[in-house]
Nanobody, 124 residues
Framework: QVQLVESGGGLVQAGGSLRLSCLASGRTFDSHVMGWFRQAPGQEREFVAAIGWRGTAIYYADSVLGRFTISRDDAKNTAYLQMNSLKPDDAAVYYC?????????????????WGQGTQVTVSS
């Protein structure tokens, strides 16, 4: 069974950092796009970042550019999201997603598998 499992969420003060991890299992993901999305209460799920095959293409949402870094370790079948300078507006459930393509996308409809999400809370 193909599965994505996120970890690393938690409570952090504004200005602090967290690193989210997404462990993929059930198949090899090294040729697939890995993405991160987030959803705050009452809001739609929004794109955060995506990384393509072997990290050849990386996209970020404007709201996180310069603060968040997406990366992947294909030997570990794991994607990461390093989040620095966190703001209260970053608080949300963060979801990892995989797209069966080498081309990154920002629209969630193009992603094929989703994790269960991990909560990030930022106190002001």
């Amino acid at each position: 069974q193909v599965q994505l499992v996120e970890s690393g969420g938690g409570l952090v003060q504004a200005g602090g950092s967290l690193r989210l991890s997404c462990l993929a299992s059930g198949r090899t993901f090294d040729s697939h796009v890995m993405g991160w999305f987030r959803q705050a209460p009452g809001q739609e799920r929004e794109f955060v970042a995506a990384i393509g095959w072997r990290g050849t293409a990386i996209y970020y949402a404007d709201s996180v550019l310069g603060r968040f870094t997406i990366s992947r370790d294909d030997a570990k079948n794991t994607a990461y999201l390093q989040m620095n300078s966190l703001k209260p507006d970053d608080a949300a459930v963060y979801y990892c997603a995989a797209r069966f393509s080498r081309i990154p996308a920002k629209d969630r409809q193009y992603y094929d598998i989703w994790g269960q999400g991990t909560q990030v809370t930022v106190s002001s």
